[in-house]
């Protein structure tokens, strides 16, 4: 069922979604609040899905966002909300296979890449969802950490910058991954669903072309012990 949500704490932002699809999650609110932006600069969100990080990225920057989703219906609910919002000339969303797209698009032509990708790997012991929508949305079918490698290289100019979340388990993946496209770690920050409970969520920059030497953010926790969210993200959604 289609539905028109407020986002998050953001008053002057709808997003629809649809409650039979994989609805956006606090993945995407961390990552959009964790991007540096500065005053003139173009973004590409990738895998952009009903749009929540373009979204609140236009409350923070009137830069230029495209903003791209392989799935029809999906990419449907992210055009209705950039329209419903009135953003269509800041946002631009693209219905296609970004793996496909990128060839064809402009070298070193964004300051900044979004992506919150499908965190899990496609392999014999995985037992996937019955809904396409989730299956693309959680495992690497079509898109992967080499293909985000491959397209950063290209579109990203010199300096510009890789904003990703993804598992903590990966990380050493997603270091080796990137490093070899070019991309080096800048920043990490590690989100913690309770206190003394291991990370579930890492937060990173990779910049293109840049000098090594990585820094470790101060850490999130996002849930209190009975489960309701902590200050500082309750302050994020404002």
């Known amino acids: 069922m289609e539905v028109l949500n407020d986002l998050v704490g953001f008053k002057n932002r709808k997003i629809y979604q ?19 932006l500065d005053k003139d600069c173009k973004i590409l969100d990738i895998g952009t899905g009903n749009a ?7 409350t923070k920057t009137n830069s230029k966002i495209t903003a791209v989703e392989i799935q029809k219906e999906v990419f449907e609910l992210a055009l209705k909300s950039v329209k419903y919002n009135l953003l269509e000339k800041q946002i631009e969303v693209i219905n296609g296979n970004i793996c496909e797209l990128y ?5 070193e032509s964004y300051d900044i890449i979004t992506c919150n990708p499908p965190f899990f790997k496609v392999t014999n012991n995985v ?23 491959m397209i950063c ?15 903590p388990e990966r990380l050493s993946e997603i270091i080796i991954t990137l490093k070899k496209y070019g991309l080096e ?31 470790i953010d101060y850490p999130v926790v996002t849930h209190n ?7 500082e993200i309750l302050k994020t959604f404002e």
């Open 52 to 58: 929540p990080i373009p979204l609140i990225l236009s």
């Open 18 to 36: 649809d409650t039979n699809m994989f609805s956006f999650s606090l993945d995407s609110v961390l990552l959009a609040n964790y991007v540096k």
């Open 103 to 107: 060839k064809d698009m402009s070298n």
């Open 185 to 215: 770690i800048k920043r990490i920050k590690f989100v913690y669903p309770k206190l003394n409970e291991q990370a579930n969520i890492v937060l990173l920059e990779a910049v293109k072309m840049g000098k090594p030497g990585m820094k």
């Open 225 to 231: 012990e009975d489960g309701s969210y902590t200050k």
């Open 127 to 149: 037992k996937l969802s019955d809904s396409s929508y989730k299956q693309i949305a959680r495992h690497e079918l079509f898109l992967d950490l080499e293909k985000i490698g």
């Open 153 to 167: 290289k290209k579109l990203l100019k010199n300096n510009g910058s890789l904003y990703l979340v993804h598992r």
